[in-house]
């Protein structure tokens, strides 16, 4: 009877410390500390004109952020500090591990412009267009999410804009783009741009629920807005919404992950138990 109350302890111990050392899996953003941020460039950061920017902007391994005083900052500035490459190490990780998703749908070749999509993958082994209206619908899964796999360079016309229906706190839009990205004149902009070169906001150009995260090259803005979590937007885009998904990143901006001492206590306690099922599995009794 006493061996099966211990044991019932350390299941009851086991049970605590998965409690405490891993959160739900829907907390943590593939962002991660890049969450924070709504700009980081990787060589510079540069900007002309008013530019308004609600989130975090940095830079890094680069150390330049060039045209601050015209830019208006609800965030922290980071350029090339601990935060900074905290943040870039995480967009690089989220970059890979978003390539390696297996695709749902190809569309190689095709504009997405005057389409209306749902939660998926979705494939350009090189090039992507936007001329004119997307629309990413999460219909009956706002707790989906879209990514676009580009192989080479994200390109949006004058005037474009990405709408989205029927979100949620854990919806989620990547938007991986093998090179670089360049979103015209007026953009009206939803999601995550994550770039492994570089990325241009032209003039006018507005991403009102997203990022913009460049790895390697310069994040260029001219007379902009970027909000990481939808607050930035204008009185004019009072209908946009990222429906609490802090910049549809997917969940809770800035999750914590696992302490190594709560690691180090579950495995500890797991085997713990493992030993105590070995040491009774050799005290089976025999016949007399």
């Known amino acids: 009877m006493s061996r099966i109350m211990n044991l019932a302890s350390l299941f009851t111990s086991c049970a605590a410390i ?12 593939v962002l991660g500390a890049a969450s924070r941020f709504a700009v980081l460039g990787g060589s510079t950061v540069t900007n002309t004109g008013p530019t308004t920017i609600t989130g975090d902007l940095g ?27 905290l943040a870039h190490d995480n967009a690089r990780l989220a970059f890979t591990t978003l390539a390696g998703l297996p695709s749902t749908m190809d569309l190689s070749g095709s504009d997405l412009g005057g389409m209306i999509l749902n939660p998926g993958v979705y494939r350009f ?28 360079t994200l390109t949006s016309g004058s005037g474009a804009n990405v709408f989205v229906l029927n979100g949620g706190p854990t919806s989620a839009i990547y938007w991986n783009v093998g090179t670089s990205a360049t979103l015209g004149s007026g953009t009206t902009f939803a999601g995550n741009v994550i770039a492994d070169q570089s990325i241009t906001l032209v003039s006018g150009t507005r991403i009102l629920c997203g990022r913009s ?14 909000s990481n979590d939808c607050t930035g937007a204008g009185a004019g885009d009072s209908g946009r919404s990222d429906f609490g998904s802090h910049g549809f990143s997917g969940g809770t901006a800035g999750a ?19 030993a105590l099922l070995r040491r009774r599995r050799g005290q089976v009794a025999l016949p007399v």
Not at 59 to 85: F, Q, R
Not at 134 to 139: C, N, P, V
């Open 18 to 29: 998965l409690a405490v050392g891993m959160p739900a899996a829907a907390a943590t953003p």
């Open 59 to 85: 830079v890094w391994p680069g150390t330049a952020i060039t045209g601050m005083g015209t830019i208006t900052l609800h965030g922290a500035s980071h350029a090339h500090d601990a935060v900074s490459n």
């Open 125 to 152: 082994s090189t090039s992507a267009q936007l001329t004119g209206d997307l629309t990413l619908d999460f219909g009956s899964h706002p707790d989906g999410e879209f990514v676009f796999q580009i192989g080479s």
């Open 213 to 226: 995260l460049a790895l390697v090259g310069a994040v260029t803005m001219d007379t902009n807005t970027v």
């Open 256 to 274: 914590a992950v696992p302490e190594p001492a709560a690691w180090s206590l579950m495995l500890l306690g797991f085997g713990g138990l493992g």
